[in-house]
């Protein structure tokens, strides 16, 4: 087992990297990780993150993982919805603009060179299939290609390369840490328990029973898939004879819609990406949150995904104080 403290010292063996994993709503864990490693005293040196964890990474390299906290801890769905800027039938489902305006939001404009804290954004070339790891330029544009889940979100153009969500090919950027210089990578996988969880690709809330694109009268709006919902809505309002067979689909129960399968197939292919990658580049710390029955959509639940973070790195932390080398 990989020690994380000196002897007769509360920290880790020199310069210290995050490897902040792909996951979606379940990267709101990495605020929770973060904030416990605050609280113990260590000090990250790097950070390197994929997808979600490129978002939160870009803020705490920033300064302002405290802000958004408090930010995520306020989102409802509806605000939620708000970042659903439907485009289909484009390069993607939602152009993801609006959710790279909320990271602008929390991020000071600059480039990734210019932040307190060395950061790395994981992003997949959709020609070639390689990973592109960006060091130096825009930080919003590196985000929001980190971001770009194939099919769902737009991709981003950079130079004359295509670049979509890092988690393609490195899930949890353990060897992206190794190359800027850690001696001792934390990595975060929220993939680990995705598969097997009931609906765990859906967007729905426990209770939902039905897809509809209008929500129920009479029936209790607590009950219902309302992200989900409010998202058929807008791809069901999408007039062209081309979708009248998917649309079909979509009003048909209990058959997933087209998001649903997208998202399922994502978080198979990642989750076993995932296990081979951790298995052939082992990070000093594995941190693995038991948030997979979280939806892909459900950001609003950031406080459980917070606390799980946190209560996750708080038990990890006081097992290794127990531990000398």
């Known amino acids: 087992m990989n020690r994380i403290f000196h002897r007769k010292q509360k920290f880790p063996r020199g310069k210290v990297g995050l490897a902040l ?23 990250v040196n790097c950070i390197a993150g994929a997808s979600i964890g490129a978002v939160v990474g870009a ?29 289909f ?55 929001r290609a980190s971001i770009s889940v194939p099919g769902i979100f737009t991709p981003v153009k950079k130079g004359g390369t295509i670049l979509v969500d890092g988690g393609l090919v490195n899930p949890v950027p353990v ?16 993939n680990h328990d995705i598969i097997g969880n009931k609906g765990a690709g859906k967007t729905s ?22 992200i989900k919902n ?22 048909k129960d209990p058959m997933p819609n087209v998001f649903e399968v997208l998202v399922s197939s994502i978080n198979i292919m990642e989750a076993q990406i995932t296990a081979t990658r951790l298995k052939a580049e082992p990070p000093d710390l594995l941190i693995q949150p038991k948030l997979g029955h979280l939806k892909f959509l459900e950001f609003q639940r950031a406080e459980e995904a917070i606390a799980e973070g946190y209560r996750e790195m708080k038990a990890h932390l006081n097992l290794r104080r127990g531990t000398v080398c």
């Not at 979606?24 to 260590?42: C, D, F, P, Q, Y």
């Not at 803020?59 to 769905?77: C, F, M, N, P």
């Not at 489902?93 to 060395?118: Q, Y």
């Open 21 to 43: 994993g792909s996951g979606s709503a379940r990267g709101w864990a990495h605020i929770g990780v973060i904030k416990a490693l605050t609280e113990a005293g260590i000090r």
């Open 59 to 87: 803020v705490h390299a920033s300064g302002k993982i405290h802000a958004l906290e408090d930010i995520v801890l306020r989102l409802d769905w509806k605000q939620v919805v708000s970042f659903l800027d439907v485009v």
């Open 89 to 143: 039938p484009k390069s993607g489902l939602i152009d993801g603009n609006k959710i790279a305006d909320f990271v602008r939001a929390h991020v000071a404009p600059g480039n990734i060179e210019d932040l307190p804290l060395p950061f790395r954004a994981v992003c997949t070339d959709l020609e070639t299939g390689g990973e592109v790891v960006i060091q130096e330029g825009d930080i919003i544009e590196a985000v």
């Open 175 to 190: 060897s992206v840490a190794r190359e800027m210089g850690a001696d001792f990578v934390i990595a975060v996988d929220l």
């Open 205 to 226: 809330v426990p209770g939902s029973e039905k897809m509809s694109s209008d929500i129920e009268v009479g029936v209790n709006p607590a009950k219902k898939g309302r």
């Open 230 to 251: 409010a998202l058929n809505r807008r791809l069901m309002s999408i007039d062209l004879p081309a979708l009248a067979q998917v649309k079909q689909w979509m009003a």
